[in-house]
T-cell receptor
Framework: GQNIDQPTEMTATEGAIVQINCTYQTSGFNGLFWYQQHAGEAPTFLSYNVLDGLEEKGRFSSFLSRSKGYSYLLLKELQMKDSASYLCAVNPGGGNKLTFGTGTQLKVEL | GAVVSQHPSRVICKSGTSVKIECRSLDFQATTMFWYRQFPKQSLMLMATSNEGSKATYEQGVEKDKFLINHASLTLSTLTVTSAHPEDSSFYIC?????????????FGPGTRLTVT
């Protein structure tokens, strides 16, 4: 089976940095995605990692360690609009299906 | 960029009736689309893979006779919830595969909120 774990909730302060962790145990691995989802809306793509290391994209960075089955999403200079659910998803291979984690609800406070 | 639309965005129906949800890729062709269901404060659960011109592939535990999927063209997939019951009330999201900056990516529709009374 596929298992992807994320913290359920996190709270951070505007302007700060927050790291959202994701661990996975899947039958195979062909890439890891991070999505942002605001309440009642569809997920939007944030990042993709298939090789070990850090991918930086503006205020958002994502890290992957395949040997550890671990990824994190780093959000810098937090803004109130960053309050959302962050979904970690793995492509276990054999097609384009994604398995999603439970999502981390991030609340940004003043 | 790749845009996926869904219609309707919200629907309320009575128990026992059927509801059809459309998923369209607006500016690209998609041989593969996915249908997800999301309950409040939970993550996306894949229901089925919709393949143009062939039968859909359903995930374990999803009743294919209850959730009918038709992918009749390269830009349209439909999900029909038959004989809906209150427990079918959920947020239904589709996605379509397209070539993106990092390879094949899933682009999500805006979702359909189904409420069965």
């Amino acid at each position: 089976g596929q298992n992807i774990d994320q913290p359920t909730e996190m709270t951070a302060t505007e302007g700060a940095i927050v790291q959202i962790n994701c661990t996975y145990q899947t039958s195979g691995f062909n890439g890891l995605f991070w999505y942002q989802q605001h309440a009642g809306e569809a997920p939007t793509f944030l990042s993709y990692n298939v090789l070990d290391g850090l991918e930086e994209k503006g205020r958002f960075s994502s890290f992957l360690s395949r040997s550890k089955g671990y990824s994190y999403l780093l959000l810098k200079e937090l803004q109130m609009k960053d309050s959302a659910s962050y979904l970690c998803a793995v492509n276990p291979g054999g097609g384009n299906k994604l398995t999603f984690g439970t999502g981390t609800q991030l609340k940004v406070e003043l | 960029g790749a845009v996926v639309s869904q219609h309707p965005s919200r629907v309320i129906c009575k128990s026992g009736t059927s509801v059809k949800i459309e998923c369209r890729s607006l500016d690209f062709q998609a041989t593969t689309m996915f249908w997800y269901r999301q309950f409040p404060k939970q993550s996306l659960m894949l229901m089925a893979t919709s393949n143009e011109g062939s039968k859909a592939t359903y995930e374990q535990g999803v009743e294919k006779d209850k959730f009918l999927i038709n992918h009749a063209s390269l830009t349209l997939s439909t999900l029909t919830v038959t004989s809906a019951h209150p427990e079918d009330s959920s947020f239904y999201i589709c996605s379509a595969i397209s070539q993106g900056p990092v390879g094949y990516e899933q682009y999500f529709g805006p979702g359909t909120r189904l409420t069965v009374t």
